[in-house]
């Protein structure tokens, strides 16, 4: 049988972990191929990596840290952040990214999805799409790290970006995104009914309750978060075992 | 032990070759069809399309080359599919060196295509999985798959019975990523580098 996944996110820059880590023997927690894996170790199913460098030298460092994670990762990631173009998702998928997620420049170029899809097969091409509610407009996708608002609504785009050939859709609601206070059932919900690929929600988890939640109200294929699984809040391999208990098939 | 991973453009070859030399082996990523003939053994790995990854194996002249070999030979997700004769995936012409022909997953409520994630392995029966037991779970990513045949050699279901790995003579191919399964798909690698 399927399992949902658990996934947890790593924000990079400069080759670098950023946010607190906190891990019990670990020498250096801001060393991204050490936390990957430790990760894998404790169960996680996938690991994100979400790329924040804003220098020049973005490219290189990060082509670098996705061919040391390969090289010691038996299990598959997928690469964001700030990629724009065919070239930029060739060179790293080449370098050992078995994924790659691609959000603004999707937004302003539909089309790229197509190309790229085309080109390397949707299996590894994931949408990721920033939406926030407002009372007036409902939920809106926004771009550049949720600074600009598109004006488009949620799951119009997803639909958009499967039909485009994606093959997984990466949602996170910003209204809910470090709140701790759950997932956003109701986009979540909606986009998986809305679309036939697989849907990864993000934002909002805070306990084991709101995993349970997303995967059993909301019909999510993954959960991903950051912090909790960074400060020890919530230890991957429990929180498998408890979803397991509440009837959730997960792979332990 | 010389290993030969077939370079034909087809996708992810670096996990591969790292899964390889997490195993302690170092393997010759090549098209040159005589590098391959001299090989112990032979990874296919494939990533992408059908018709594209064809285009690409007759343009080097490796769809002569591959039924041909003798030696252990093993496919990987396309590069299982591609042993076929035929896919859905736009109306693709394979190797015709296994009697399968690929179709498409029919996506419903619950089953969203791609099968993305970690699915069990049913009715396991060849050396390739000595040392692992049924309902062990690897890392599945396709939307085209082999349906259950006298070639099947392990099943898994999406949630109808498909093949998760198949086998004709020397080659052996699994629908699933081996070099992305985690221990479980290790094992398998290090099975096959054993065969």
Sequence with gaps: MLTKRIIPCLDVKDGRTVKGVRFEGLRDAGDPVALAARYAQEGADELVF?????????????????????????IPFTVGGGIGTVADVEALLLSG??????????LHRPELIDELARRFGSQCIVVAADARYTAEAGWQVYTRAGTHNTERDAVAWCREAAERGAGELLLTSMSNDGTKDG??????????????????????????????????????????????FHFGEIGIRELKEHLQAEGIPMRL | MKIAVIDYKGGNVQSVLFALERLGV???????????????????PGEGEAASAMRELRAQGLDQVLPTLTQPFLGICLGMQLLGTHSEENDTSMLGILPFEVKRFAAAAEFKVPHMGWNTLQQLRSPLFAGLREQDFVYFVHSYYAPVGEYTIAEAAYPMPFSAAVQHHNFYAVQFHTEKSGPVGTRILDNFLKL
Aim: aromatic share 4%.
């Design chain 1, 183 to 228: 997932f956003a059932l109701d986009i979540t919900g909606a986009v998986a009914r809305a679309v036939s690929i697989p849907v990864v929600a993000s934002g909002g988890a805070g306990s084991m309750a709101h995993f349970t939640q997303v995967f059993q109200q909301a019909q999510a294929h993954a959960g991903l978060a950051a912090s909790i």
């Design chain 2, 26 to 44: 170092q393997a010759t990523l090549t098209a040159d069809p005589e590098v391959i003939r001299r090989a112990d053994k032979i990874l296919f």
């Design chain 1, 50 to 74: 979400l790329d924040i460098t804003a220098t020049n030298q973005k490219r290189t460092t990060l082509l670098h840290l996705v061919r040391d994670v390969a090289r010691e990762l038996d």
């Design chain 1, 97 to 106: 990214a078995d994924k790659v997620s691609i959000n603004s420049a999707a």
